[in-house]
């Protein structure tokens, strides 16, 4: 029998569920820009040092994911892969409304979001370009490695 305030059926869906979760798109995962991540540090899967601007030190998701090496990974923006960084998204668990209203504005393909504490992190198809900011966000699209938790946000 179900309880009526259950958000699962049975413990099968709620695990599916938060595996679902943690995966990381087929669209984000074909770019061939990760490297693991050592601290706050970029580093190769045999563990040397990586460079955000040195495509040999890059390698693909498979290979990152397989490595232990660091304590976690990251992918590297540029080449048609670029970030929204929006800093103190959320309000008591909430998102804010400006962070709706910047993601609303938002005209390339939305390929990823994740929650990293108060950051939202928002990935997208677009071309290489100078950094941006407004009030809002921070537009990051070359030469930035930014690490990855795993933890999907949903928009909406």
Known sequence: MVRRD???????CRVYFARELRRIPAALRAFKAWVRMKAAKPVQT????????????????????????????????????????????????RLLKRVHQALAAVTEPIIYAEQQQSELLVFVEGAEQYTSRTRSYIKLTRNQVIRLTGVRYQLA
């Open 6 to 12: 259950a958000k699962f059926c049975r413990v099968k």
């Open 46 to 93: 045999n563990g040397k040092p990586a460079s955000s601007t040195n495509r040999t030190t890059w390698t693909d998701y498979k290979s990152v994911r397989r490595s232990r090496q660091g304590d976690g990974f990251g992918v590297v923006l540029g080449r048609g892969l670029c970030c929204y960084r929006f800093k103190n998204a959320y309000r008591r668990g």
